[in-house]
């Protein structure tokens, strides 16, 4: 099947390069065809978290639990089942040492507060804890200082209640019969 005499030898590439006349066929690597039938549609606004009417408080509840290792400010729905956000303060800063700090969880509550601003809550009911147990009843260095971070960006601050586990008897504490000796 060999051309006619005389007649034109078809080369493999017919179609003329974008770049010799500016608008050919051909596709620079990675470009690809525009779909056809298929329009932008435009994106409906979605809205996270209750759906209420402007100025009304929505409430959430914040847990803060401060050990004197760590300080977690976590914030659930009122039931408590449903968690919004979770921030610890070893999440904030680099070293061990400072995960109980009141600077980190500074940091924790703010960032907290910005994630529920974001999905509508605007109120918290604040529970904080200490270990408690057979352990130490008070509460760590960034309690204070993670509700103060929530009220002073613009959280506002429904009851506070301390919810640390006070044994009505409680197992051996740890130490020996002696106590812990410095």
Do not use: W
């Not at 729905?77 to 919004?84: A, C, F, N, Q």
């Not at 613009?154 to 812990?180: A, L």
């Amino acid at each position: 099947m060999a051309a006619p005499q005389g007649a034109p030898v078809p080369r493999l590439h017919t179609a003329p390069c974008k770049r010799e006349t500016g608008g050919g066929l051909r596709r620079r690597r990675g470009e690809m065809a525009p779909r056809k039938g298929k329009e932008k549609k435009e994106e409906q606004v979605i809205s996270l978290g209750p759906q209420v009417a402007e100025g009304e408080n929505v409430f959430g509840v914040c847990h803060i639990f401060a050990s004197f290792n760590d300080t977690f400010v976590h914030v659930t729905d009122l039931s408590g089942k449903e968690t919004i956000c979770r921030v610890t303060g070893g999440m904030k800063v680099k070293a061990d040492r400072d995960e109980s700090s009141p600077y980190a969880a500074m940091l924790a509550a703010q960032d907290v507060a910005q994630r529920c601003k974001e999905l509508g809550i605007t109120a918290l009911h604040i529970k904080l804890r200490a270990t408690g147990g057979n352990r130490t009843k008070t509460p760590g260095p960034g309690a204070q200082s993670a509700l103060r971070a929530l009220a002073r960006s613009g959280m506002k601050i429904g009851r506070i209640e301390d919810v640390t586990p006070i044994p009505s008897d409680s197992t051996r504490r740890k130490g020996g019969r002696r106590g812990r000796r410095l």
